[in-house]
């Protein structure tokens, strides 16, 4: 396949903005559910909490996200380290 | 059926006539094995045959059951896509490798005898090495020694686990291990090296990603699964695997995030998956290892698509580090689709494989009240979506535009990928025909409205998680310190200091008894009478509390009189005569 059929259309910033919107009201659209809903729980009463598992995957990627920033200082080493 | 051809031989058989076939036509052949095999496979029915003897015992080659066959189709499944995705090699070194690699899996998965087990499991060891080496580059030759030597290492942990176990049971029947003692546990050693528990993990993340871009494919499917099926069949509910499940779905997202080189995200992303699987057998019920069976099948799948979007871009640019690579979906948009088809099915997320496969396991988890498992895997399942869900797609396709304008992959490897991505919708929408395979019956249902919803929001927080955070996330050009320093780095440490230590008591052994004690021994014979005496005199004459004047002067008389020779006795007498008294002296000790 030729090169000279590319798409550039996330170069432009004003496309990445409608991409953020639409991300942004998915987000709303999968909690607003949880509002209405009665939910099941497996442990703890917290989980029926509306956006309980919204909470959950944000708060395990900080946590995650954080943790192996501070590790990443620990076991960081430059690419010829073993040569 | 079982008298028909076991599906390693047909593999074997396939890898001998390979060279002879010339060049067209061998590519028919690499992809017509792993089809018959698969129709072999069908035609299987459930029993045992095969059998042959070795070492005096009867062994069996051919052990048909669910278990062995859900193993068997997707071996197969997966051969078949990866020697399509490498139908451009013109060599057939590589084929020859794989064959004898995919060969000795399906063998080890369908062998009826821990014996048999073990010589596949080390023909497998040895044929995978060649997929690392045939890249052909230092790295790879280094890494894939560093690879051999701990499969040998865990292939000897195994042996030496079998020989114990049949010494003390006399049974060599690969079955369930009941009792809790030193052989299962060596064996189940064993295993766990080759399913990637840290510590013994750094292999994978190590050698796989400087195979060539069709063997790393082939690679991520057979060995660390072969090692979950045996896992399966021999320590269903052993709860050590819980904990060992839940370290690796944890570590290899750490890793993942940390790393630059594209397949040695997917690397590791092999661990983390490995995890959730063998969390599914540390749970050991019939849902929970149906679960396994399932996350497995579906896991080879998607793995294999994922790896072959990153074989597709290396073959085209040349590159695997997200610091080189960003911008390609501006010429590479069906490998991206393919990609992200892979990497929403790895992330489980509703409508592709992933998601009919892994909540078995975390279901079956809550039905045991296994709090703590179900929290470390809804925790991993959000970091399965941050490191290969999105940063893998993220950083080689979009992110920063490095100006590589490759071009489309070449048409087979885009066939291969898109009979893996229709597998993964195809088993996300409708994975009726996997559960209708499993070993025991399934009363699972994935899509309720519910857990649908939780699974959306779980999966969407994360995405949004990723994109606040980014700027922590920047790749940098680093490796990152795994456990395979001990014998990268530390044999080196180590070797430097034994040189250090030994060599600096070599060179003061030599100091002491090669110069010091010479120059000693020839300053005292060059005058023995006047040492031996002032020896002897010097404490005698102190005692008698003769002052340091009068001791000098009696010194100087003892030099003069040796000096001019007047003795009694001559130097020499006095000397034989010592000698001879240290002699007799030493015969009657003796």
């Known amino acids: 396949m030729k090169t000279d059929r590319k798409c550039d259309w996330l170069d432009d910033p004003q496309n990445i903005r409608k991409v953020r919107m639409i991300f942004y009201m998915l987000l709303a659209l999968t909690v607003l559910p949880d509002f209405f809903l009665h939910k099941h729980t497996l442990f703890y009463h917290v989980e029926a909490w509306p956006g309980f598992y919204a909470a959950g995957g944000f708060l395990s990627c900080a946590v995650i996200i954080v943790v192996s920033k501070l590790l990443g200082f620990l076991l960081k080493r430059k690419e010829d380290y073993y040569d | 059926m079982t008298e028909w051809l076991p599906p390693a031989l047909v593999f074997f058989i396939g890898a001998l ?108 060891a040895v044929a995978s090495t060649f997929l690392i080496l045939a890249r052909r580059s230092e790295k790879a030759y280094r890494a894939g020694f560093r690879y051999v030597m701990v499969h040998l290492f865990g292939g000897l942990c195994f042996l030496a686990g079998i020989l114990l176990h049949i010494h003390s049971t006399g049974a060599v029947g690969f079955e369930a291990f009941a009792d809790r003692s030193l052989p299962a546990y060596l064996i189940l050693l064993g295993f766990l090296i080759n399913a990637a528990a840290p510590p013994f993990s750094a292999w994978l993340s190590d050698a796989y990603p400087e195979a060539t871009v069709t063997g790393g494919i082939i690679l991520t499917a057979y060995t660390t ?117 892979g990497a929403l099915a790895i992330s489980s997320f509703p409508g592709f494989s992933g998601y009919t496969s892994k909540p078995m396991i975390i279901e079956a988890g809550v039905h045991e009240g296994l709090y703590w498992v179900w929290l470390v895997l809804e925790i991993a399942s959000a970091g399965v979506f941050l490191h290969a869900g999105i940063k893998f797609p993220y950083f080689v396709f979009f992110a920063k535009d490095k100006g590589l304008r490759p071009g489309e992959a070449p048409l087979h490897m885009q066939v291969a990928m898109f009979f893996m991505a229709f597998l993964c919708l195809f088993l996300g929408f409708y994975p009726q025909p996997l559960y209708a395979i499993l070993p025991f019956p399934v009363h699972f249902e994935a899509y309720t409205f519910e857990h649908t919803l939780n699974q959306l929001q779980l999966l969407l927080f994360s995405a949004l998680a990723f994109f606040l955070f980014l700027p922590m996330l920047k790749r940098t050009a680093t490796i990152s310190l795994d456990t395979d320093w001990f014998y990268r780095k530390g044999g080196r440490l180590f070797y430097r200091w034994t040189d250090r230590v030994f060599n600096g008591l070599n060179n003061q052994a030599d100091k002491i008894f090669m110069r010091r004690l010479p120059d000693l021994a020839t300053r005292f014979f060059r005058s023995p009478g006047v040492h031996l005496q002032k020896l002897i005199l010097v404490p005698y004459y102190r005692l008698q509390g003769l002052g340091t004047v009068a001791l000098r002067q009696e010194m100087e008389r003892i030099e003069r009189r040796a000096t001019e020779g007047s003795y009694p006795v001559g130097v020499g007498v006095l000397l034989a005569v010592l000698f001879l008294a240290a002699m007799s002296l030493l015969f009657f000790m003796g």
């Open chain 2, 17 to 124: 006539f390979l060279p002879l076939i010339p060049g067209k036509a061998r590519k028919v052949a690499i992809v017509a094995v792993p089809a018959l095999c698969f129709w072999l496979i069908t035609a299987l029915e459930p029993g045992s045959g095969w059998h042959y003897q070795l070492l005096g015992r009867e062994l069996t080659l051919l052990r048909v059951d669910r278990l062995s066959k859900a193993f068997g189709y997707v071996f197969t499944i997966n051969a078949f896509a990866a020697f399509l995705f490498a139908a451009h090699l013109r060599s057939w070194h590589q084929h020859v490798a794989a064959m004898f690699y995919i060969g000795a899996s399906l063998g080890a998965v369908f062998a009826g005898d821990l014996i048999s087990l073990y010589l596949f499991w080390e023909v497998m």
């Open chain 2, 225 to 341: 699964k072969t090692a979950v099926y045996t896992l399966i069949r021999g320590f269903p509910g052993w709860e050590i695997l819980l904990v060992v499940g839940c370290v690796m779905a944890l570590y290899g997202i750490v890793y993942a995030i940390l790393e630059n080189d594209m397949r040695r995200i997917l690397a590791y992303s092999i661990i983390n998956q490995v995890g959730f699987m063998l969390c599914g057998v540390g749970i050991g019920t019939t849902l929970a290892l149906n679960g396994a069976v399932a996350h497995a099948f579906c896991h080879i799948i998607y793995k294999a698509l994922l790896w072959m979007s990153a074989g597709a871009v290396l073959y085209m640019t040349g590159k695997s580090k997200c610091t080189d690579l960003g911008g390609l979906y501006k010429t590479m948009p069906f490998t991206l689709i393919f990609g992200c088809i």
